[in-house]
């Protein structure tokens, strides 16, 4: 079974500061990643979907990396501001065929200080 | 497109009162998921459907669980009898395909069963 973990569970850094999150998993037979963002009693937001022909994906700020061989994602948010505040989830999407579904990580609680 | 919709956005009952939750999809998107989160145990998928038939339905806790499509731009969640445990987010998503484009998420029902 596929396990995503996402580490630290929890961030807090100051306004302007560069930041990494990180998301790993155990299958490297991935089909897609996909970075959420979730507002405190929200759902949640696509930011990044990486697909598995794909190394990274740019949205302003937000860069999203892949290494598949080694079970990586990372998050990368440039001059973090308040409102970036949420917590960040990736998921796992399985490949087809195989069952259709996600396996989110527990998520990384980020706290931007102003 | 509204995006994924889910209704009611609350849901406050009684422990024994039968609960019924309601998904639009995205049209067009011919896969749809019910997730529950809660704190201790993050995003659980429950079920999902391909083209209205439920495929997988091994995350559905009890028998007292069930969801229907009856078409591609409606699904239910039902729970009866509900219980306090039951008391979580609840979202749903939906996806065109399987998973290429990555999956849209609802805002969620927040039910909670006293």
């Known amino acids: 079974k596929q396990e995503v973990t996402q580490i630290p569970a929890a961030l807090s850094v100051p306004e302007g500061e560069n930041l990494v999150l990180n998301c790993s998993f155990t299958?490297?037979?991935?089909?897609?990643l996909q970075w959420f963002r979730q507002d405190p009693g929200k759902g949640l937001t696509s930011l990044l979907l990486?697909?598995?022909?794909?190394r990274e994906q740019t949205s302003g700020r937000l860069n999203a990396s892949l290494d598949k061989s080694s079970g990586r994602s990372t998050l990368y948010i440039a001059a973090s501001q308040p409102g970036d505040s949420a917590t960040y989830l990736c998921?796992?999407?399985?490949?087809?065929?195989?069952?259709?579904?996600?396996?989110f990580g527990t998520g990384t609680s980020l706290t931007v200080i102003p | 497109d509204a995006g994924v919709i889910q209704s009611p956005r609350h849901e406050v009952t009684e422990m024994g009162q039968e609960v019924t939750l309601r998904c639009k999809p995205i049209?067009?998107?011919?896969?749809l998921f019910w997730y529950r989160q809660t704190m201790m145990r993050g995003l659980e998928l429950l079920i999902y459907f391909n083209n209205n038939v439920p495929i997988d339905d091994s995350g559905m806790p009890e028998d007292r669980f069930s969801a229907k499509m009856p078409n591609a731009s409606f699904s239910t969640l039902k729970i009866q009898p509900s219980e306090p445990r039951d008391s979580a987010v609840y979202f749903c998503?939906?996806?065109?395909?399987?998973?290429?484009?990555?999956?849209?998420f609802g805002s969620g029902t927040r039910l909670t069963v006293v």
């Open positions: 299958d490297s037979a991935i089909y897609n």
């Open positions: 990486i697909q598995s022909s794909q």
């Open positions: 998921a796992v999407i399985r490949r087809p065929g195989t069952g259709n579904q996600f396996y």
């Open positions: 049209s067009g998107h011919d896969y």
């Open positions: 998503a939906s996806s065109k395909g399987t998973g290429h484009y990555g999956y849209t």
